[in-house]
C-alpha cells in the first residue's frame, strides 16, 4: 500500500513539475503575476511529493518488501539496517529517484528564499527547474521504475554488492548529487536570464550562494569518495582517473571556474556572457556525468548499442537541456555585453587566468574520459587512455594555477601592483623555498617533482595565511587594531583563504603518497616479522570471525616502533553470503607522518599468508584538506552579503567598506 | 552514483580469490628489476577490468601479464623491448598511455590547442571596447534603487 502511494505520489510529481514547468512560464511571458506565483506552491508540492515518494522507497527497503522488484534485487533480509537503507540509493532507480529528489529540494529553497528576486526571473528559474524535473521524471516512469511489483514475491532478496556495504560509500552518493545537482541551479539562473536577455551584479549575488553550496557538497562527496577507495581496494590507492571519477570532477572543475567568475561578475559586472557560459556548461558536465555513469557506456560501447534505451534517453536529455540552453546563449548573448574595463595585472586578470587553466584542465579530462569511446564508435579502433595520459596533462596545466593563486587574492581590482603583492608573499615564498630545498636534500628516492610539489603546497598554505594577516595588517598596525580588523573581516575572505589553504594541504598530501609511498608484500607465517618505514610488524596469526552477513578471516598485526608497541591491527578477509562475493578490510594506523596499512590476502599453504603492508606518507592530508576547503565555501555561504533571503542591510552597510577590499 | 561501482565489482566478480595484485611469489629477488617491473606494469592495462592497470588488478589475466613481464626483464629486455613484447601479443590498446598515431593525435594536442584558443578568446574580448553598453537592458532608475537595496551597497 504505502509502495503504491509511493508510485502514484511518484506520478503526481510528472504532472506538477508539467505545471511548474509551463504555467509560470506563460505567466512570465504575458507578465501575469498569478501564473508566475504558482511556481511557489508547485516547487512547494513537486519536493513533498518526490521526498514522500523517496521514503516510500526507503521504507520498502527496511522493511524488506522483496515483492518490489528492486528490494528484490538489491536488498537481503540479513543486512544491517543502514545498509538496507543505504541501499535505497545503491542502485540504478533508487539512485535516480534521489536526484530528483535533491533537485526538487533546490527548487523548494529557491521557492521559499527567493523572496527578494524579482518575480519574473523566479518564475522564469522555477520553471527551468521545472523542466529538469519533467524530463528525469518521466525518465524514471518509463524507463528505471523503482516501484514495479514482483509476483509471486520471492521469499528473500539478492542482497546489495558487498563493496557497497560501507559508511562513507553510504553516505558518498547524498553528498556527490547535492553537489552536481545543485549546480542545475546555476543552469536555471542563467537560462532564465538569457530568456529575460538581461543580467547584471544582482544576478551574479543570487547565483554564487547556490553554486558555492553546490561546491562545498560535490568537494566533500569526491573526498568521501577517494576516501572509501583508499581503505577498501586493499592497496590505498586514492585517485585512479577513472571514467567514473572524472565524472564527478569536471563539474567540479567547471564548478570552482563558475565560482570565480561569478565573483568578478559580482564586484565589477564583467565577464557577464563567460560566467552565463560556465554556468550552463557545469550543469551541462553534471549531465554528462550522469550519462556516463547512467547508461553502461562505459562498460563497452556494445554493450551500450545492444541495450540502448536508458542510454538513449538520457543522452537525449543532456542534448535537449544543453543544446537548449547553448542555442539560447548564442541568440541572446551578444545583447548581454557591458563590463568594467581593468588592466592585465589586477585580480580580474588573475580570475581569468583562474578561469582559463581550470577549464583547460577541465576540457582535457573532459576529452581524455571520452576519446576511447568516441574513437571506438567512429573508426572501432580500441585504446586506452589512463592516470599515465591524465598525469601527463593535467598537471601542467595545473600546476601553474597553484603557483598564480596566492597571488590572486593580493591584486587590487581593476589594476594591481604585482611587486606590492609579492612583497606580501615574500615570507611565504622563503619558506616555501627552503621546504622545497629541505625535500629535494633529504629525499634518497622518489620523482624530481616531489620536492617542486611540496614547496607548492607549503606556497598554498602560507600564501593563505599571508592574505589574512596581511587583510588585518599584523605587525603594521598596532595589534589592537589588527584584532578589531580580523574580527571585523567578512566570513568570505575567511572562506576563501581557508579554501585556498585547504587545496595546499591537499598538495601536500598529495605528493607525500605518491611520492614516497613503501610497499612490503610478503608470504607471512604466524610470529614472523616485516619492517617498514621504521615500523615492525609482527604478525600474530589469524582468528576466524561471523558478522551478520558474512564470514571472515581476521589477521592480527602488532604494530611497533622502537620496541614500543603502538597498536594492534585487524586486517580480515571477508566472504558475504548474499552476493557471495569477498572483500578485504584493512588495518590501518593513522598517525600524522603517515598511515601504517596492512591488507591481509590469501592462506598461501603451510600457515603462511599472502600479507602486503604499506605506508602512505601524509595521506591523511588529502582529504583533511578537502574538508577544509568545503568547510570554506560553507564559511563564506554564512557571509551575511551572501546569505540567500537576508534581512536587508542598509543601515550596517558603511561599516564594512573598510575591512573589504575583496 | 557510485563511481567506483563498476571497477570494484567487475574486478571483484573476476577474481576467484580476492588476491590483492601482485603476489609474494611473483615478487622478483633482485629490488631493481623488480622496481622496473612495477614501473612498466603501472602503464599497462588490465584487459579484462576497467581502467585498472595489471600491477592494481586482481584478475588472472592480469597477473599473467605480471609474470609475462618480469620473465621478459629476467630474460635481459630492456623496459622499452618488454613493453613492445606485450603490445606485439596484445595490441597498443594494452597501453594505458595510447602513442601518439593519427588517431590519437587529437587527444595529445587536446592540452595545447585548448590553451591557444582560451588565450585567442581572451585576447580578442579584451580588444572589444568595455565601456559600459547602454542599451535597453541598462536598469531603470527604479529598479537600480532596488539593486541598491539588495545589493546593500
Same mark, same amino acid.
Not at chain 1, 113 to 118: A, C
Not at chain 1, 644 to 649: N, T
Given at each position: 500500500m504505502i509502495v503504491e502511494a509511493g508510485h502514484f505520489a511518484l506520478i503526481l510529481a510528472l504532472a506538477i513539475a508539467v505545471v511548474q514547468t509551463c504555467v509560470p512560464f506563460w505567466g512570465a511571458r504575458i507578465g501575469d503575476e498569478r501564473l508566475m506565483q504558482m511556481a511557489v506552491p508547485a516547487a512547494f508540492s513537486q519536493f513533498a511529493l518526490v521526498l514522500f515518494a523517496f521514503v516510500a522507497l526507503i521504507w520498502a527497503f527496511v522493511v524488506s518488501d522483496f515483492s518490489v522488484t528492486n528490494v528484490y534485487e538489491n536488498s537481503h533480509s540479513a543486512k544491517p539496517l543502514i545498509y538496507k537503507i543505504s541501499g535505497t540509493w545503491g542502485n540504478h532507480e533508487g539512485s535516480m529517484v534521489l536526484w530528483v529528489l535533491i533537485l526538487a529540494l533546490f527548487g523548494a529553497l529557491v521557492a521559499a528564499? /527567493?523572496?527578494? #528576486?524579482?518575480m519574473r526571473l523566479r518564475a522564469n528559474v522555477l520553471s527551468v527547474q521545472g523542466a529538469i524535473s519533467l524530463a528525469f521524471l518521466i525518465f524514471i516512469v518509463a524507463t528505471?521504475?523503482?516501484f514495479i511489483r514482483l509476483d509471486p514475491a520471492p521469499f528473500e532478496g539478492k542482497g546489495l554488492n558487498p563493496i557497497l556495504q560501507d559508511p562513507a560509500l553510504a553516505f558518498h552518493p547524498p553528498f556527490l548529487y547535492a553537489g552536481y545537482v545543485g549546480y542545475s541551479l546555476a543552469f536555471s539562473f542563467a537560462v532564465a536570464a538569457l530568456i529575460e536577455g538581461r543580467i547584471d551584479a544582482a544576478w551574479a549575488r543570487w547565483v554564487r550562494p547556490w553554486t558555492l553550496a553546490a561546491w562545498s557538497f560535490l568537494t566533500v562527496g569526491i573526498a568521501l569518495g577517494s576516501w572509501w577507495a583508499y581503505y577498501e581496494l586493499g592497496w590505498g590507492g586514492w585517485w585512479f582517473w577513472d571514467p567514473v571519477e572524472n565524472a564527478s570532477f569536471m563539474p567540479w572543475l567547471a564548478g570552482t571556474a563558475l565560482l570565480h567568475s561569478a565573483i568578478v561578475m559580482e564586484k565589477r559586472d564583467s565577464l557577464k556572457i563567460w560566467t552565463v557560459l560556465l554556468a550552463i556548461v557545469t550543469f551541462a558536465l553534471s549531465l554528462v556525468g550522469t550519462f556516463l555513469v547512467r547508461s553502461? %557506456? #562505459?562498460?563497452?560501447v556494445h554493450a551500450f548499442a545492444v541495450d540502448p534505451e536508458r542510454g538513449v534517453f538520457i543522452l537525449a536529455i543532456m542534448v535537449i537541456f544543453t543544446g537548449g540552453a547553448l542555442t539560447l546563449y548564442a541568440w541572446r @548573448?551578444?545583447? #548581454?555585453r557591458a563590463g568594467g574595463v581593468f588592466a592585465p595585472i589586477s585580480r580580474e586578470g588573475s580570475l581569468i587566468l583562474n578561469n582559463l587553466l581550470l577549464t583547460a584542465a577541465c576540457g582535457v579530462v573532459f576529452v581524455g574520459t571520452l576519446y576511447p569511446l568516441a574513437l571506438e564508435a567512429i573508426t572501432g579502433e580500441k585504446i586506452s587512455v589512463g592516470a599515465p595520459y591524465f598525469n601527463a596533462t593535467f598537471l601542467p596545466l595545473i600546476m601553474p594555477l597553484l603557483l598564480a593563486m596566492p597571488f590572486g587574492p593580493m591584486l587590487a581590482w581593476k589594476r594591481g601592483d604585482m611587486a606590492a603583492a609579492f612583497q606580501r608573499l615574500l615570507a611565504a615564498a622563503v619558506i616555501a623555498f627552503i621546504a622545497g630545498i629541505a625535500v629535494l636534500a633529504s629525499q634518497e628516492r622518489g620523482p624530481w617533482l616531489a620536492p617542486i610539489g611540496f614547496a607548492l603546497g607549503i606556497w598554498l598554505i602560507g600564501g593563505a595565511i599571508s592574505e589574512i594577516t596581511s587583510r588585518c595588517r599584523l605587525f603594521e598596525v598596532p595589534l589592537r587594531e589588527t584584532i578589531s580588523r580580523l574580527v571585523n573581516l567578512p566570513r568570505a575572505n575567511f572562506g576563501s583563504a581557508l579554501a585556498h589553504l585547504g587545496v595546499g594541504v591537499a598538495v601536500l598530501g598529495i605528493v607525500g603518497t605518491s611520492a614516497w609511498q613503501v610497499e612490503r608484500i610478503a608470504a607471512l607465517k604466524p610470529g614472523e616479522k616485516i619492517e617498514i618505514s621504521g615500523y615492525t610488524l609482527s604478525f600474530q596469526g589469524v582468528t576466524p570471525s561471523r558478522g551478520p552477513n558474512y564470514k571472515e578471516l581476521i589477521g592480527t598485526f602488532e604494530v611497533a616502533s622502537n620496541g614500543e608497541v603502538l597498536a594492534t591491527l585487524l586486517p580480515s578477509k571477508r566472504v558475504y553470503s548474499a552476493p557471495r562475493t569477498q572483500t578485504s578490510e584493512v588495518g590501518i594506523l593513522a598517525t600524522w607522518a603517515g598511515d601504517v596499512y596492512i591488507a591481509i590476502g590469501d592462506d598461501l599453504g603451510e600457515g603462511a599468508y599472502s600479507v602486503r603492508a604499506y605506508f602512505h606518507p601524509l595521506v591523511r592530508l588529502i582529504w583533511i584538506g578537502a574538508l577544509i576547503m568545503a568547510f570554506g565555501g560553507v564559511l563564506s555561504l554564512a557571509d551575511r552579503r551572501l546569505r %540567500? /533571503? @537576508?534581512? *536587508? *542591510?542598509s543601515k550596517i552597510a558603511p561599516a564594512r567598506g573598510l575591512a573589504t577590499s575583496g | 552514483m557510485t563511481r567506483w561501482w563498476t571497477i570494484a565489482f567487475v574486478c571483484v566478480a573476476l577474481?576467484?580469490?580476492? @588476491?590483492? @595484485? %601482485?603476489?609474494p611469489n611473483e615478487v622478483l629477488a633482485d629490488p631493481a628489476l623488480e622496481q622496473r617491473a612495477r614501473s612498466i606494469s603501472a602503464g599497462l592495462r588490465c584487459l579484462v577490468c576497467q581502467n585498472q592497470s595489471i600491477d592494481d588488478s586482481d584478475a588472472p589475466l592480469a597477473r599473467d601479464l605480471r609474470v609475462l613481464v618480469r620473465e621478459r626483464l629476467k630474460s635481459g629486455d630492456s623496459d622499452a623491448e618488454a613493453v613492445k613484447f606485450i603490445v606485439a601479443r596484445y595490441g597498443e590498446f594494452v597501453l594505458l598511455s595510447p602513442p601518439f598515431s593519427f588517431s590519437t593525435a587529437l587527444l595529445w594536442f587536446t592540452p595545447a590547442l585548448l590553451l591557444l584558443f582560451g588565450i585567442y578568446f581572451i585576447y580578442r574580448s579584451s580588444r572589444i571596447p568595455m565601456t559600459t553598453v547602454k542599451t535597453s537592458d541598462a536598469l531603470s532608475e527604479d529598479e537600480q534603487e532596488q539593486l541598491k537595496k539588495i545589493v546593500g551597497t
Open positions: 528564499f /527567493g523572496r527578494n #528576486l524579482p528505471s521504475n523503482p553502461g %557506456v #562505459l562498460t563497452s @548573448a551578444p545583447a #548581454l %540567500v /533571503g @537576508a534581512p *536587508r *542591510r | 577474481s576467484s580469490s580476492m @588476491a590483492r @595484485a %601482485v603476489q
